[in-house]
């Protein structure tokens, strides 16, 4: 095993921490199935204990180097997290995420051994490897890019899971803000008060993603340790024992019985899947695209894509906010926009969301693209996103950014000054 800490050390992602001698394999048993909520899980006996103490905190892939046997190398990820994260940015590990795409023993939160989405689970294990990216999970597409670039800009930076804010009251008390990667999409109701306090006491808040705070989920505990599970029912809400005990519904964030949009704390709401569209510049004046060397109407190519959210009046929108960028798309047939918003706050917290999936996957982009590269992304839409992404962290990393940056409401440039009567949409 192999301890490498990823982030930024002059061009390179990762730095070698720690190396175990080599160990005795073995052969573990195959995985369980829990068969009401068809969750895949393990209880494997340990290979090895290691002692973290002295490792930098920060964002971890231990790689397990095999001799002989198929695959060859697999990957853990792992969280050191921040003692402290006063005076900090904090980034947030998107696990729960993870988790919910995660398919290893034969489901996820979306499909089971049939495909359908009558086989999926409906919760899902922390207990069992990762099966994307060798073990990996999420976190090479849609936060190492991110991290990196965090860490080359030399600001002072925390870390922690989204796991860990949920669980600790006052985990993120005096930080200066809170980075959301590329998708960050299941939250606890826990993990979604703790920001909303943040932000509401000055703490800005930067989304590098869309579809955030979209599923509304519940973590309990396995024989391993507290909050190892990861629940949500969905539309089959009901039928979720902790529902039924009076606990809130692991459904969307906007469904009834519990309806609270994403929203009114994000100020942009998901909007639709799937789509690629050009990116299209709205306000080039603005400080957060300073030296991008746009102008309005400029437009990249497959920046927007997979998912998507917009500024939709249809539901709580916190005003006033700036609308960045205004893209048009079309998902299945219905036309719409892609929205890259900035909003300030009473606390002074600023609030930036970039309103596409694909920001954080760009930010690697530096060749001439095409269909095999990034989606298509190009170097232009890579330099474009690097430099807003670095206006946006060292602005936010100076202190609440409201207060210094104030945001002028023009919402209604794009979606007149009335509000349409609320409603829900029924997309992906």
Same mark, same amino acid.
């Given at each position: 095993?192999?301890?490498?800490?990823?982030?930024?050390?002059?061009?390179?992602?990762?730095?070698?921490?720690?190396?175990?001698?080599?160990?005795?394999?073995?052969?573990?048993?195959?995985?369980?199935?829990?068969?009401?909520?068809?969750?895949?899980?393990?209880?494997?006996?340990?290979?090895?204990?290691?002692?973290?103490?002295?490792?930098?905190?920060?964002?971890?892939?231990?790689?397990?180097?095999?001799?002989?046997?198929?695959?060859?190398? /697999?990957?853990?990820?792992?969280?050191?997290?921040?003692?402290?994260?006063?005076?900090?940015?904090?980034?947030?590990?998107?696990?729960?995420?993870?988790?919910?795409?995660?398919?290893?023993?034969?489901?996820?939160?979306?499909?089971?051994?049939?495909?359908?989405?009558?086989?999926?689970?409906?919760?899902?294990?922390?207990?069992?490897?990762?099966?994307?990216?060798?073990?990996?999970?999420?976190?090479?597409?849609?936060?190492?890019?991110?991290?990196?670039?965090?860490?080359?800009?030399?600001?002072?930076? !925390?870390?922690?899971?989204?796991?860990?804010?949920?669980?600790?009251?006052?985990?993120?008390?005096?930080?200066?803000?809170?980075?959301?990667?590329?998708?960050?999409?299941?939250?606890?109701?826990?993990?979604?008060?703790?920001?909303?306090?943040?932000?509401?006491?000055?703490?800005?808040?930067?989304?590098?993603? !869309?579809?955030?705070?979209?599923?509304?989920?519940?973590?309990?505990?396995?024989?391993?340790?507290?909050?190892?599970?990861?629940?949500?029912?969905?539309?089959?809400?009901?039928?979720?024992?902790?529902?039924?005990?009076?606990?809130?519904?692991?459904?969307?964030? /906007?469904?009834?019985? !519990?309806?609270?949009?994403?929203?009114?704390?994000?100020?942009?709401?998901?909007?639709?899947?799937?789509?690629? !569209?050009?990116?299209?510049?709205?306000?080039?004046?603005?400080?957060?695209?300073?030296?991008?060397?746009?102008?309005?109407?400029?437009?990249?190519?497959?920046?927007?894509?997979?998912?998507?959210?917009?500024?939709?009046?249809?539901?709580?929108?916190?005003?006033?906010?700036?609308?960045?960028?205004?893209?048009?798309?079309?998902?299945?047939?219905?036309?719409?926009?892609?929205?890259?918003?900035?909003?300030?706050?009473?606390?002074?917290?600023?609030?930036?969301?970039?309103?596409?999936?694909?920001?954080?996957?760009?930010?690697?982009?530096?060749?001439?693209?095409?269909?095999?590269?990034?989606?298509?992304?190009?170097?232009?839409?890579?330099?474009?996103?690097?430099?807003?992404?670095?206006?946006?962290?060292?602005?936010?990393?100076?202190?609440?950014?409201?207060?210094?940056?104030?945001?002028?409401?023009?919402?209604?440039?794009?979606?007149?000054?009335?509000?349409?009567?609320?409603?829900?949409?029924?997309?992906?």
């Amino acid at each position: 095993m192999s301890a490498y800490r990823m982030g930024w050390y002059g061009g390179a992602r990762a730095r070698l921490v720690w190396r175990s001698s080599a160990l005795p394999g073995m052969v573990q048993p195959a995985p369980r199935v829990e068969a009401g909520t068809r969750m895949a899980w393990t209880d494997w006996k340990p290979s090895l204990e290691v002692d973290t103490q002295g490792w930098p905190e920060g964002c971890y892939l231990l790689r397990l180097d095999a001799v002989g046997g198929q695959p060859a190398q /697999r990957f853990v990820p792992m969280t050191v997290r921040s003692a402290s994260t006063a005076g900090r940015v904090v980034f947030v590990n998107a696990v729960a995420t993870w988790q919910a795409y995660n398919r290893w023993g034969g489901a996820d939160l979306y499909k089971g051994t049939t495909g359908k989405k009558g086989s999926r689970s409906l919760a899902v294990s922390f207990d069992r490897p990762y099966q994307r990216a060798y073990g990996a999970g999420l976190f090479l597409t849609y936060e190492a890019p991110l991290l990196a670039l965090a860490e080359q800009t030399g600001i002072p930076l !925390a870390y922690a899971t989204g796991i860990d804010v949920a669980r600790e009251e006052g985990l993120l008390r005096g930080a200066v803000a809170v980075i959301s990667p590329g998708h960050d999409e299941y939250w606890s109701p826990e993990y979604r008060q703790q920001v909303t306090e943040a932000r509401d006491a000055g703490v800005n808040l930067a989304v590098f993603g !869309a579809n955030c705070c979209y599923r509304r989920v519940r973590f309990e505990g396995s024989p391993v340790g507290a909050d190892r599970v990861v629940i949500c029912y969905k539309a089959d809400y009901k039928k979720d024992p902790g529902f039924v005990r009076g606990l809130p519904p692991t459904n969307d964030f /906007r469904r009834k019985p !519990a309806a609270e949009p994403e929203s009114s704390l994000l100020g942009v709401i998901y909007d639709g899947y799937p789509v690629d !569209a050009p990116y299209v510049v709205a306000r080039p004046d603005h400080w957060l695209l300073s030296g991008t060397g746009t102008v309005r109407g400029d437009a990249f190519a497959h920046l927007v894509g997979v998912e998507y959210d917009r500024v939709d009046l249809r539901y709580p929108t916190p005003r006033p906010i700036e609308v960045l960028a205004h893209s048009p798309v079309v998902c299945k047939g219905r036309a719409s926009y892609a929205d890259t918003i900035y909003a300030s706050f009473p606390s002074g917290a600023g609030l930036f969301a970039a309103g596409t999936m694909r920001w954080v996957e760009s930010l690697e982009a530096t060749g001439p693209g095409g269909e095999k590269t990034n989606h298509g992304l190009d170097g232009r839409a890579g330099a474009f996103t690097r430099t807003v992404t670095e206006n946006v962290l060292r602005t936010f990393a100076a202190g609440p950014a409201g207060l210094a940056r104030p945001a002028v409401d023009d919402v209604s440039l794009h979606y007149g000054a009335g509000a349409p009567p609320a409603g829900v949409l029924t997309g992906a």
